[in-house]
């Protein structure tokens, strides 16, 4: 199937899947009712923002903080090596909003259009160039309170859930691609 020709555009439409399904089953009303319909094309993308400068893989270190004021959050720092950054219409992303560790961790859809988003340069990457790959800088970036998923604290509950499946995605696609090598004919490129 996809993961073994085309394993790349499995990959992509993937994680556009897990946003949306990380918004369908965390998301409230609100954030369903402004992002879904859109999202159940493939005319417009969802992504998944966890990985931060300087935080590597420990997801409960990341420092990208959103600070309630009012009827919104106000979101200042930057995510890196984000699958679809710049090209997505919504961005699932990981967040302090309280305190050091798990616990302070919460979730917000961030719609591209929000006021304070922008993008870094695509990342030159040694494969899965059809992949676009970029920075995702939130600089003063406001969005309405409404656009929480799940409840405040729990955004690392819903990053593992996340990458949960993103493993089992790419692992598929890897060994389907592998498989499709194997067979292919000594001469094809």
């Known amino acids: 199937g996809w993961s073994a020709g085309g394993a790349l555009a499995a990959a992509f439409f993937s994680v556009k899947k897990l946003a949306r399904w990380l918004m369908d089953r965390f ?21 998944y923002c966890l990985t931060e400068p300087g935080a590597g893989s420990d997801a409960a270190a990341l420092r990208t903080g959103a600070v309630r004021e009012g009827d919104d959050y106000v979101i200042n720092c930057s995510k890196a090596f ?29 719609p591209k ?3 304070g988003i922008s993008f870094g340069a695509q990342e030159r ?14 600089d003063n970036c406001r969005v309405p309170a409404e656009h929480l998923v799940g409840a405040g604290g729990q955004g690392l509950k819903i990053a593992m859930v996340g990458l949960a499946g993103g493993r089992r995605t790419v692992g598929t696609c890897s060994i389907g691609r592998g498989r499709a090598r194997l067979e292919a004919p000594p001469d094809a490129p």
């Open 113 to 115: 259009d929000a006021p």
């Open 125 to 138: 990457k040694m494969g899965w160039n059809s992949q676009p790959t970029a920075r995702v800088q939130f």
């Open 27 to 47: 998301g409230s009303d609100a954030v369903a009712s402004k992002s879904q319909p859109a999202l159940t094309t493939v005319d417009h993308v969802a992504n």
């Open 82 to 110: 984000i699958s679809g950054g710049g090209r997505a219409d919504v961005y699932v992303t990981m967040v302090r909003t309280g305190d050091e560790g798990a616990g302070g961790v919460s979730c917000i859809a961030i």
